[in-house]
């Protein structure tokens, strides 16, 4: 059976409660409820991490080697300059797609480029929480070969 990790990096523990005008009003536990109930749908495992904490996150993508079959990540604000996950989820090399909640091409110059997405299979930007759910269902089927 496949086993995907989902990643969420800072401020996500915060959905629901920050800028409910870009991120919506669904909690960080919402959203993995769905995600979860897509999961049994597709009849694949799924196990959630979130860390305020960069390091914490490049250590939670080098354990899912071995482990996971893909990753599904919100780097967060970590998207625009955190080398250290680029090269953890570059290390690893499992299949993993990117996501954000908002569109970040459509926001802040900062914010439109990612150092993550080079080394993804895709990214998913704008579309609220169902992002997450697009993200599982073209991460199972990338990895089923469909």
């Given at each position: 059976?496949?086993?995907?990790?989902?990643?969420?990096?800072?401020?996500?523990?915060?959905?629901?409660?920050?800028?409910?005008?870009?991120?919506?009003?669904?909690?960080?536990?919402?959203?993995?409820?769905?995600?979860?109930?897509?999961?049994?749908?597709?009849?694949?495992?799924?196990?959630?991490?979130?860390?305020?904490?960069?390091?914490?996150?490049?250590?939670?993508?080098?354990?899912?080697?071995?482990?996971?079959?893909g990753?599904?990540?919100?780097?967060?604000?970590?998207?625009?300059?955190?080398?250290?996950?680029?090269?953890?989820?570059e290390?690893?090399?499992?299949?993993?797609?990117?996501?954000?909640?908002?569109n970040?091409?459509?926001?802040?110059?900062?914010?439109?480029?990612?150092?993550?997405?080079?080394?993804?299979?895709?990214?998913?930007?704008?579309?609220?929480?169902?992002?997450?759910?697009?993200?599982?269902?073209?991460?199972?089927?990338?990895?089923?070969?469909?």
């Open positions: 059976m496949l086993k995907l990790l989902v990643i969420n990096g800072p401020n996500l523990n915060m959905l629901g409660v920050r800028k409910k005008e870009i991120y919506g009003t669904m909690s960080l536990e919402q959203i993995n409820a769905e995600i979860s109930r897509e999961a049994v749908n597709l009849s694949v495992e799924v196990d959630f991490y979130q860390s305020n904490i960069e390091g914490e996150l490049v250590t939670k993508i080098q354990q899912a080697l071995h482990v996971y079959s990753i599904i990540i919100n780097p967060g604000a970590y998207s625009h300059y955190s080398i250290a996950i680029r090269d953890a989820l290390a690893v090399q499992l299949p993993c797609i990117e996501v954000h909640m908002s970040i091409y459509a926001r802040e110059g900062f914010r439109h480029n990612s150092v993550i997405a080079p080394v993804c299979t895709g990214q998913i930007s704008g579309l609220g929480h169902i992002g997450y759910i697009l993200a599982l269902r073209g991460a199972v089927d990338y990895l089923r070969g469909v």
